[in-house]
């Protein structure tokens, strides 16, 4: 059994920053990629930023240039530096990781900017 442990969400005000980290543990025999998606409220999850093992990686245009996202293939663990965050990038934030037999969600962690 796969687990995914997110952390890191809150309240920030505008302008300001937050890391959001992502752990997964158990069988796990190889991660092809892992990812950060959001949801806010009344909209669909969209893809925020995603990495592979190989450390390509890919950004959701609202995103460039303020996140950045890493993964430590030995800790399994994937982070999501958020700078300069705006009121829209309010929403729960959702941790995937892909590979080999292997398509894992984590259960969210909100993220919420306001003044």
């Known amino acids: 059994q796969v687990q995914l442990v997110e952390s890191g969400g809150g309240l920030v005000q505008p302008g300001g920053s937050l890391r959001l980290s992502c752990s997964a543990s158990g069988t796990i025999f190889s991660i092809n990629a892992m990812g950060w998606y959001r949801q806010a409220p009344g909209k669909e999850r969209e893809l925020v930023a995603q990495v592979t093992s190989g450390g390509a990686t890919d950004y959701a245009d609202s995103v460039k240039g303020r996140f950045t996202i890493s993964m430590d293939n030995a800790k399994k663990t994937v982070y999501l530096q958020m700078n300069s965050l705006k009121p829209d990038d309010t929403a729960v934030y959702y941790c995937?990781?892909?590979?080999?037999?292997?398509?894992?969600w984590g259960k969210g962690t909100l993220v919420t900017v306001s003044s």
């Open positions: 995937r990781v892909l590979g080999r037999g292997l398509n894992k």
